[in-house]
């Protein structure tokens, strides 16, 4: 099993990037997805999720508005499109894919069985 994310790299602010994770190995598409990233010296933190279908979506604050998570379910691919980003985006950003039934686990790294290897994404001001 592989998750390739792409589409990461440097923008200015204001800007907009699509980020892309597409799956191998075995079908995603009744599982959780989910958008994570990590800035230098900080922990990883959650920035929004698809649960199950897609039927359920879930976002970290300071991206509500802004970014949105999609899927393409028989592409075995998951989407964040990053609009109006800020300096403070700047991160790599990590995808991930669980099966995990527990809501309160959609916005913990631990709810993910499946990891992608991350995407710089960097925003000038």
């Known amino acids: 099993v592989q998750l390739q994310a792409s589409g990461g790299g440097l923008v200015q602010a204001g800007g907009s990037l699509r980020l892309s994770c597409a799956a191998s190995g075995r079908t995603f598409s009744s599982y959780n997805w989910a958008w994570f990233r990590q800035a230098p010296g900080k922990e990883r933190e959650f920035v929004a999720a698809s649960r199950r279908s897609g039927s359920y979506t879930y976002y970290e604050d300071s991206v509500k508005g802004r970014f949105t998570i999609s899927r393409d379910n028989a592409a075995n691919t998951v989407y964040l499109q990053m609009n109006s980003l800020k300096p403070e985006d700047t991160a790599v950003y990590y995808c991930?894919?669980?099966?995990?039934?527990?809501?309160?686990?959609?916005?913990?790294?631990?709810?993910?069985?499946?990891w992608g290897q991350g995407t710089q994404v960097t925003v000038s001001s």
């Open positions: 991930a894919a669980g099966s995990g039934t527990i809501l309160s686990m959609t916005r913990q790294p631990g709810g993910y069985n499946y």
